[in-house]
């Protein structure tokens, strides 16, 4: 899946890389983005644990993620992730343009739109 256009959610493969969204704790769901993947997701279920392939803490919040070459110019996605993989002072937490991510097999992103004042430049998102 991460190969090819990706504008829809859906399961990802083992070992695709993900990397944060920076400057996204802005962009907030007055419910929530884990209630937003729950009614987005299908029949995929909550799951227990972090989807960052190296974590093994409970997955707790909505992280809003890029997928490594899953070229679009309109969506970023949601994944399931604990508060530390999720939080900006983490340690090798994969911030866009500092690095990619693992996802576990079976990871489940759901996609939203990217907001408007994001833009894909040569390949990367940045602050318009």
Excluded: F
Aim: aromatic content about 10%; glycine content about 10%; overall charge positive.
């Amino acid at each position: 899946m991460a190969r090819r256009q990706m504008s829809l959610s859906g399961e990802l493969d083992e070992g695709v890389q993900v990397a944060h969204v920076v400057g996204s704790s802005k962009d907030r769901k007055s419910d929530g983005w884990m209630n937003y993947w729950k009614q987005n997701s299908g029949d995929a279920v909550w799951p227990a644990e972090c989807q960052i392939a190296t974590c093994r803490n409970k997955a707790e919040v909505g992280a809003h993620v890029y997928i490594l070459n899953a070229k679009s110019n309109y969506w970023y996605y949601i994944l399931p992730v604990c508060r530390k993989c999720n939080s900006s002072g983490s340690e090798g937490m994969c911030k866009y343009g500092e690095g990619w991510c693992a996802v576990k097999r079976g990871a489940y992103v759901v996609a939203t739109k990217l907001k408007a004042d994001y833009v894909l430049e040569e390949g990367r998102r940045k602050k318009a």
